[in-house]
């Protein structure tokens, strides 16, 4: 006889809301989780880094209020008051993840590591559960690559940054990814000298449109990129630490940050135990995110890899894996994960949203036929009363005019996504039609999408129509 309807192994954002959902249905429900509710996304991830983007977004506003007629001395950083600031939003939304919330629901939590002991068994807390249906959302954890001399450094990472008590005197970012990004922004924003060393080009997936505006504003911050530039060894200096590049040159600063990307938590699960077929990008699911080789497990989150689609490191990917599993594992439901309309986002300003396929993906995927429109920030009649006209809204559609994918840059995009998930697959004149509020930067969606149609409207087949019918029609 089991001992619980469904075992979660991970309390992180995708694991606590199917424990959730599944113990409000009146399922005996066990989450495992050895370390704290809520996951790196509340803990270490995105809560803190958005906080303190926030802080540093007030800075940047303090310096370029003068472009207003409005005089601020240079702000001054009290950084324990950054840092207390940061701690305040998580503590603010801990209640939605705490244990307590979930012990309310009925639901065992077990504060151990929990590894598979068997298909449907497993040990935790020196105690063994039997379980009917299994959830695998241990997510993951920092990459630390392997250089020689770095492990005889200090070097943070975004599981130990938001601890640090000094604020950096210069921080290297290795890695120009997202999170290095985003939180180079941040730290120059708040006084720190930044460098950030990437050895391909920066936000790599993103659009190379998209990339210009947001190279020029790290720069206005006073964020130093080295782009195509490859470490090959780490070592200790009198400053902190030292970094040495491919062609024998040397940066240094106090601070080290390693931001080069996350791997799956598989270690210690024993998934090998349950016969849970997973590879290094994580557990291997079908589309319902049910595991190829053992039916009685599924995957969720950033340990989720399912075939055909590959793994997301996101918290936004992790939800809706949580939709497709309440509809696969709990109601018995048909269900089939899409990245069709998946949004990614760089929280830097200006941000970048890609939603859907970029164009060089649809290409590389042998599109043809591709309809591509641009219509630029810099004639948004929000953004220019508001001093922050710069970027782009660019949209590819196939000949029908149906909408594939969106590549945004620009201040507040971010709210933009939300926008185009829903229209992905549809026809253009959804947003054409759509009387979107003025002014707001949304409005540009529609500006962009409207160059789809406007050279047939204008063409001189139509212009002679329209020319008939005001003459002679009544």
């Known amino acids: 006889m089991p001992d619980v309807d469904v075992a979660v192994i991970g309390g992180g954002a995708a694991g606590a809301s199917i424990a959730a959902i599944s113990a409000g249905l009146g399922l005996k429900v066990a989450l495992f989780e050895?370390?704290?509710?809520?996951?790196?996304?509340?803990?270490?991830?995105?809560?803190?880094s958005k906080a303190l983007l926030a802080a540093a977004r007030a800075a940047a506003d303090a310096r370029r209020a003068h472009r207003f007629g409005i005089?601020?001395?240079?702000?001054?950083?009290?950084?324990?008051?950054v840092r207390a600031h940061v701690g305040q939003a998580a503590a603010a939304l801990a209640p939605n993840h705490a244990e307590e919330r979930f012990r309310a629901m009925g639901a065992t939590v077990v504060r151990a590591a929990a590894r598979f002991a068997g298909r449907d068994v497993i040990d935790a807390g020196g105690r063994r559960y039997r379980f009917r249906r299994a959830v695998v959302a241990a997510g993951s954890s920092p990459v630390v690559p392997s250089i020689p001399?770095?492990?005889?450094?200090?070097?943070?990472?975004?599981?130990t940054l938001f601890g640090l008590e000094e604020r950096p005197g210069h921080l290297l970012i290795l890695g120009g990814g997202p999170i290095g990004l985003e939180l180079a922004q941040a730290h120059?924003?708040?006084?720190?000298?930044?460098?950030?060393?990437?050895?391909?080009?920066?936000?790599?997936?993103?659009?190379?449109?998209?990339?210009?505006?947001?190279?020029?504003?790290?720069?206005?911050?006073?964020?130093?990129?080295?782009?195509?530039s490859r470490v090959v060894a780490a070592e200790p200096h009198e400053d902190g630490v030292a970094l040495r590049l491919e062609d024998d040159e040397q940066l240094t600063g106090t601070h080290l940050l390693i931001a080069v990307g996350r791997a799956p938590r598989l270690a210690g699960l024993d998934l090998a135990a349950a016969?849970?077929?997973?590879?290094?990008?994580?557990?291997?699911?079908?589309r319902a995110l049910r595991s190829v080789s053992n039916r009685r497990v599924w995957a969720a989150g950033d340990i989720a890899d399912p075939q055909g689609l590959g793994p997301r490191g996101f918290t936004h990917a992790g939800m809706q894996h949580v939709g497709i599993v309440a509809k696969s594992m709990l109601f018995r439901l048909p269900a089939r994960l899409s990245y069709d309309a998946f949004p990614r986002v760089v929280f830097t300003d200006p941000g970048i949203v890609q939603i859907g396929p970029t164009e060089a993906e649809l290409r590389a995927a042998g599109r043809s036929g591709l309809v591509v429109l641009r219509w630029p920030l810099a004639d948004n009649d929000r953004l220019v009363v508001e001093g922050r006209a710069e970027g782009l809204v660019k949209?590819?559609?196939?000949?029908?005019?149906?909408?594939?994918?969106?590549?945004?840059?620009?201040?507040g995009v971010d709210e933009m996504a939300a926008l185009f998930v829903p229209l992905i697959g549809t026809k253009l004149t959804t947003l054409t039609d759509a009387p979107l509020p003025y002014p707001t930067v949304s409005e540009a969606a529609r500006r962009a999408a409207a160059e789809f149609y406007t050279p047939k409207l204008l063409s001189a087949p139509v212009k002679r129509v329209v020319g008939l019918m005001m003459r002679w029609l009544p």
């Open 275 to 286: 016969g849970i077929a997973f590879t290094p990008r994580g557990v291997t699911t079908d």
């Open 188 to 228: 120059a924003r708040l006084g720190c000298r930044v460098t950030v060393v990437e050895a391909a080009a920066i936000a790599g997936r993103e659009d190379p449109e998209c990339l210009a505006p947001l190279r020029r504003a790290l720069a206005a911050d006073g964020v130093v990129l080295r782009e195509g």
């Open 395 to 411: 949209l590819v559609a196939d000949s029908k005019g149906r909408l594939l994918g969106a590549s945004l840059v620009g201040p």
């Open 34 to 48: 050895r370390g704290a509710i809520g996951g790196s996304g509340l803990n270490a991830g995105c809560v803190p």
């Open 71 to 81: 005089r601020i001395a240079e702000p001054a950083i009290d950084w324990p008051g």
């Open 149 to 159: 001399g770095l492990s005889e450094v200090p070097f943070l990472t975004t599981d």
